[in-house]
């Protein structure tokens, strides 16, 4: 069995092959035998893809997605080494609750896991975990890795003032004349923080009392896939009432499909959309798509009016990952986005740093070890987090291609 970083630096060979002949052959060169060896290793770069996916299955059955897996591997590299004093007592009190712990204990457990609700064995977990948690949650994917992430320790909304200076311009005046007076008009985007939940995550006495599991790994894993999950739903397609504002709620609509085009994208409408977002956005150097998986298989058989791919696979190469492109945009894969179907906003294009994303104070951790689960073998545990999400612009930094009614 072939190791996954084998896999991968076979598929960056290929993807560098794919990368140098369509430079190689730009305009009226392009023709069926070059179409058919960029075939060839876009179906080799999809078989690795498979294989890699089978080997991951195999090395991971915790896992529940490829998604997961990425949440995983970051969760392991950072657990690597020995563990902090502040560690060795979370571990502690993960397996054995409170009555783990002696007073000396609980002296220095308040110093790194406060607590407001000590009667309920909530605790705030310690900084070295909550980094982790946070680690793993940029790894999920989705919004999170694209946008401006900020922390704060208060729970008050924070206002962004927003202006939409992409219309302005100034004057040529003759001499001794009057300037035109042209104040801008001034907005105010709120970000508020929301609470999210992992629920209840059972786990069985035999994992607590096996030395040779990893718990902090386990419970570490479990709870970042679930908060990711749940956060990036929300702060894709989250309404802004009594939940964040989605990014897909909060762009404008770039492009709408002609008719027919319910479940397809054709190259026209992508270009459009493209610029659609204003090019002072553009220059900014931030711009991207995002789309789910299913429209991005779509939009990879493709072709410009030489007939030649618009996607272009990225690689893992010595000069840093190169990430899959099109028209030199990189895609952000989220599978929050709408799949393409009638009226659909499938697809996004532009500067999601101006997303904000807000994540207040830490991780609360609770352990449950009352009746309801003693009776079936399990400790139960749940986290709890804030954060909050919204579009601080207001001139069209993100837009949306929307697939046609009909």
Not at 36 to 48: P, S, T
Not at 94 to 111: H, K, M, P, Q, V
Not at 202 to 228: C, H, K, N, Y
Not at 256 to 263: A, C, D, S, W
Request: aromatic residues 8%; glycine residues 8%; hydrophobic residues 35%.
């Amino acid at each position: 069995m072939q190791s996954i970083q084998a896999l991968r630096e076979r598929r960056a060979v290929v993807a560098q092959s794919i990368h140098k002949l369509l430079d190689e052959n730009q305009g009226d060169k392009w023709n069926s035998a070059l179409q058919d060896k960029y075939d060839q290793g876009m179906a080799e770069i999809e078989n690795i893809g498979k294989e890699a996916d089978r080997i991951q299955k195999v090395l991971d059955t915790i896992a529940e997605s490829s998604v997961a897996d990425s949440v995983r591997n970051v969760v392991e590299r950072k657990t690597h080494g020995d563990k902090t004093e502040a560690l060795q007592l979370y571990s502690k009190w993960l397996r054995g609750g409170d009555r783990a712990l002696n007073a000396e204990e609980w002296s220095a457990i308040r110093n790194t896991m406060s607590t407001t609700t000590s009667s309920q064995g909530g605790y705030t977990v310690p900084t070295e975990v909550a980094q982790q948690v946070a680690d793993a949650l940029k790894a999920y994917g989705g919004v999170r890795p694209v946008a401006d992430v900020i922390s704060t320790s208060g729970s008050n909304p924070i206002n962004f003032p927003t202006s939409d200076g992409t219309s302005e311009t100034g004057e040529l005046i003759a001499e001794n004349t009057t300037a035109t007076a042209a104040d801008p008009s001034f907005g105010v985007v709120t970000l508020t923080t929301y609470k999210f939940s992992s629920k209840i995550v059972a786990v069985p006495f035999e994992l607590l009392q096996d030395s040779a599991v990893d718990m902090e790994a386990f419970i570490r894993t479990r709870l970042a896939t679930r908060l990711g999950r749940v956060q990036n739903t929300y702060f894709t397609t989250g309404t802004g009432s009594s939940q964040p504002n989605g990014v897909v709620t909060a762009a404008s609509s770039g492009k709408v499909g002609t008719t027919g085009q319910t479940t397809t994208v054709i190259f026209d409408d992508l270009v459009d959309l493209v610029h659609s977002v204003d090019s002072a956005y553009r220059a900014l150097g931030n711009c991207r798509f995002m789309m789910n998986d299913a429209s991005l298989k779509i939009i990879r058989k493709l072709k410009d009016s030489q007939n030649r791919p618009i996607f272009i696979p990225g690689y893992d190469g010595l000069g840093g990952a190169m990430p899959d492109t099109l028209f030199g945009y990189p895609i952000q894969i989220n599978q929050d986005v709408a799949t393409m179907a009638a009226n659909a906003k499938s697809i996004l294009f532009g500067d999601f740093k101006f997303y904000k994303i807000r994540d207040e104070m830490g991780v609360t951790l609770f352990r449950f070890d009352d009746s309801a689960y003693i009776k079936l073998g399990q400790i139960g545990f749940l986290a709890w987090v804030r954060a909050g999400g919204n579009l601080a612009d207001v001139g069209g930094c993100i837009k949306y291609y929307a697939n046609s009614a009909t």
